[in-house]
């Protein structure tokens, strides 16, 4: 069964730095999609970086990149130069290209404080 | 494109009345899904729909019903609302293009079931 952990409830981290967000994932299936998602307080959700399980490079987009390791089926977010609106929650999640393809499955969050 | 869009998006409920949550999307996309967000447990998946005339459950299908009758269109309809059921709703559309599989969100109901 598919299954998304994100261990962090909660992160601060200092403008201007880089911050990590954890997730650690699930699947028999060979080919699945992992994606983040940031929710500000406005409550929209905001796509923001995709990698696919055969994907050979780390995806990144602008200052979000994923720091996939599939041995680990680890997803990690990685933002850098981190900014004030980066303050949000922020969701990892999954679908299974084969399986379950028309189901996404998401983690339970983390939300990100951004100190000035 | 206006994207994805529901309504209402506030809804205050009495415990077995019925209501439709209404979404709709300008994208053309064939994918749509129903999600529920409840504190510390992200998004829940109720229904989805692969295509007009196509729909089926997710994780959490108890109570709701949806139908698909145009590309355009996904009510979710709650048929005897319960407290349980006080939750932000959020519809999604899904474009497959490759490598970027990416679903669009709404902006979400907030509902409340007293």
Request: aromatic share 12%.
């Amino acid at each position: 069964a598919q299954k998304i952990t994100q261990t962090q409830p909660g992160m601060f981290v200092q403008e201007k730095e880089a911050v990590t967000l954890d997730c650690t994932y699930d699947t028999s299936d060979p080919s699945y999609g992992l994606f983040w998602y940031k929710q500000p307080s406005s409550g929209e959700m905001i796509f923001l970086i995709y990698q696919g399980s055969y994907d050979q490079q780390n995806a990144t987009e602008g200052r979000y990149s994923l720091n996939f390791q599939k041995a680990r089926k680890s997803a990690n977010l990685v933002i850098s130069a981190s900014q004030l609106g980066d303050s949000a929650m922020y969701f990892c999640a999954m679908r299974d290209l084969n399986t379950g393809g028309f189901k996404t499955i998401f983690g339970a969050g983390t939300r990100l404080f951004v100190k000035a | 494109n206006a994207g994805v869009t529901q309504t209402p998006k506030f809804q205050v409920l009495k415990t077995g009345q019925s209501m439709t949550l209404q979404c709709a999307q300008d994208m053309n996309h064939e994918y749509m899904s129903w999600y529920r967000q409840d504190p510390g447990m992200g998004l829940r998946l109720i229904h989805y729909s692969v295509g007009a005339g196509i729909t089926d459950q997710g994780e959490v299908p108890n109570g709701y019903n949806v139908s698909r009758s145009t590309t355009e269109d996904f009510p979710l309809r709650l048929l005897s609302a319960a407290p349980s059921q006080t939750s932000v709703y959020f519809c999604a559309s899904r474009v497959n293009s490759g490598r970027q599989e990416t679903q669009y969100f709404g902006p979400g109901t907030r509902l409340l079931v007293l």
